[in-house]
T-cell receptor, first 118, second 113 residues
Framework: NAGVTQTPKFQVLKTGQSMTLQCAQDMNHEYMSWYRQDPGMGLRLIHY???????DQGEVPNGYNVSRSTTEDFPLRLLSAAPSQTSVYFC?????????????????FGPGTRLTVL | AQSVTQLGSHVSVSEGALVLLRCNYS??????LFWYVQYPNQGLQLLLKYTTGATLVKGINGFEAEFKKSETSFHLTKPSAHMSDAAEYFCAVRGGSNYKLTFGKGTLLTVNP
């Protein structure tokens, strides 16, 4: 299993440009999410999905769009990049079993995408 | 609603000393609690988790944490720090059937020789 993969690893954009961060998982996980990590802020939830065709907003959704057409993929779109979106972005996935001992309780993280907006 | 407070954004210990990283949480439902570790320029890796049952949870690399409901705490400890433990540590809470994780702001652990 490759786990959770993210592309690209690094990206530099100019203000106003758009781009899509890719995220894929091969664990058949229903739940997928996007976080941004900024110094001193921890990880903040941007958007999440509990299954194909279902998405919802997290704590900091403004300026980002998502869609979930398949179980495996959960791309994050920046519509018009701003310097405030300079950050490290992490995708994560987990199963949705509520069994207390299930490893599905764990979220698995991708390696991250480091984005700079000039 | 749920939240996590990690006391101390930076903790420095000597090699061989006790590591104690503090985490307090709030949750309106019985929580699932997690500690993740992040090494420089890498993603997050699960150290340990508490769901139900035994309140003392053992994880990887010699770390353990104790869930104390009365204190709403889930502090992370390791008896003897190693240089390789230097990393950032994140405490996170999940409220039962709500799959969303809420993270603390992280504690950077440095280990001095």
């Amino acid at each position: 299993n490759a786990g959770v993969t993210q592309t690209p690893k690094f990206q530099v954009l100019k203000t106003g440009q758009s781009m899509t961060l890719q995220c894929a998982q091969d664990m058949n996980h229903e739940y997928m999410s996007w976080y941004r990590q900024d110094p001193g802020m921890g990880l903040r939830l941007i958007h999440y999905s509990v299954g194909a065709g279902i998405t919802d907003q997290g704590e900091v959704p403004n300026g980002y769009n998502v869609s979930r057409s398949t179980t495996e993929d959960f791309p994050l779109r920046l519509l018009s990049a701003a310097p405030s979106q300079t950050s490290v972005y992490f995708c994560a996935s987990s199963g949705t079993s509520l069994a207390e001992s299930s490893s599905y309780n764990e979220q698995f993280f991708g390696p991250g995408t480091r984005l700079t907006v000039l | 609603a749920q939240s996590v407070t990690q006391l101390g954004s930076h903790v420095s210990v000597s090699e061989g000393a006790l590591v104690l990283l503090r985490c307090n949480y709030s949750s309106s439902v019985p929580p699932y609690l997690f500690w993740y570790v992040q090494y420089p320029n890498q993603g997050l890796q699960l150290l340990l988790k508490y769901t139900t049952g035994a309140t003392l949870v053992k994880g990887i690399n010699g770390f353990e944490a104790e869930f104390k409901k009365s204190e709403t705490s889930f502090h992370l400890t390791k008896p003897s720090a190693h240089m390789s433990d230097a990393a950032e540590y994140f405490c996170a809470v999940r409220g039962g059937s709500n799959y969303k994780l809420t993270f603390g702001k992280g504690t950077l652990l440095t280990v001095n020789p």
